[in-house]
């Protein structure tokens, strides 16, 4: 089965109130005392980590029977039976899970769908703001606004001074990076907002030199492709997904309707093969 399958189109509708929903329930929990426990690498888990993606999982099952899922906190799939998969859903529930606990504010819910290898649709949904980012291949990437206004989004050409999102934490290799780009504006933000940025066109680059996994980026990546922009590796090769026993995610950077050879501005050393 593939997602061919599906019209995207409609997928995109459901799937964005899939994420709606996730989002309400993260929010039941937000506005609670909840207990923060700690998986094996030490990254935290809250019970809407849990209840989100149980509810995802349902509801994209129903949605498209047959169609493998893969989430942040679902049970771990051996590589050699994820090799077998064409098309499967990639969900991180609770993108910004420290976010979310140091209650400020900039959590997602992360939802995309992967077909050989590349996100074709994605959703990405903020349950403070209540906006919602969406997009799919072949139709093109939006933003809801809280009040519902939907607006079509699109990346932007180079500002100069570039104006460059990053995560709170700040690599060495990000300020080489940094030092290297020379004159810029610095966003600092949590979560997959910062892809959405770019997307939207408020911001040029996000660049990422600390670990993610596949489900972190999949949904921003499928957003970002459809508004013109590009999530690429530090050889300036578009993210492929599943092609390995690691989920894990080489250092990439997030670009808008430009072409620039970012990789340039770190160590020949660090750009990963």
Not at 119 to 134: I, S, T
Request: net charge negative; with cysteine.
């Amino acid at each position: 089965m593939t997602c061919h399958k599906y019209k995207l189109q409609t997928l995109l509708s459901a799937v964005e109130q899939i994420a709606r929903d996730a989002g309400n329930i993260i929010m039941q929990v937000y506005q609670q005392d909840f207990d923060v426990h700690y998986k094996a690498d030490q990254s935290p888990l809250t019970e809407a980590d849990i209840q989100a993606s149980e509810y995802i999982e349902a509801a994209l099952s129903q949605l498209t029977p047959g169609i493998p899922f893969l989430s942040e906190e679902s049970e771990p799939v051996p590589y050699a039976q994820r090799a077998l998969w064409q098309d499967y859903w990639l969900v991180d529930p609770l993108d910004g899970t420290r976010s979310f606990i140091n209650k400020n504010d900039e959590f997602t819910v992360n939802i995309a769908l992967v077909s050989d290898h590349q996100p074709v649709l994605g959703v990405v949904y903020a349950p403070v703001a209540r906006v919602n980012y969406y997009a799919a291949e072949g139709v093109g990437a939006f933003k809801r606004e809280a009040n519902g206004v939907v607006l079509s989004i699109q990346s932007r050409a180079l500002a100069e001074p570039p104006v460059i999102a990053g995560n709170r934490s700040c690599s060495g290799l990000m300020q080489t990076f940094l030092a290297n780009v020379g004159a810029h504006e610095l966003v600092v933000m949590s979560s997959s907002l910062k892809i959405c940025l770019v997307a939207e066109g408020q911001i040029d680059l996000y660049a990422r030199f600390w670990p993610t996994s596949e489900w972190d980026t999949a949904a921003g990546h499928a957003i970002v492709n459809a508004s013109g922009g590009s999530l690429v590796d530090t050889r300036m090769q578009p993210l492929r997904y599943n092609t390995r026993d690691s989920l894990l995610n080489p250092h990439f950077f997030v670009q808008g309707h430009h072409r620039r050879d970012w990789s340039r501005f770190i160590p020949a050393a660090a750009r990963e093969d």
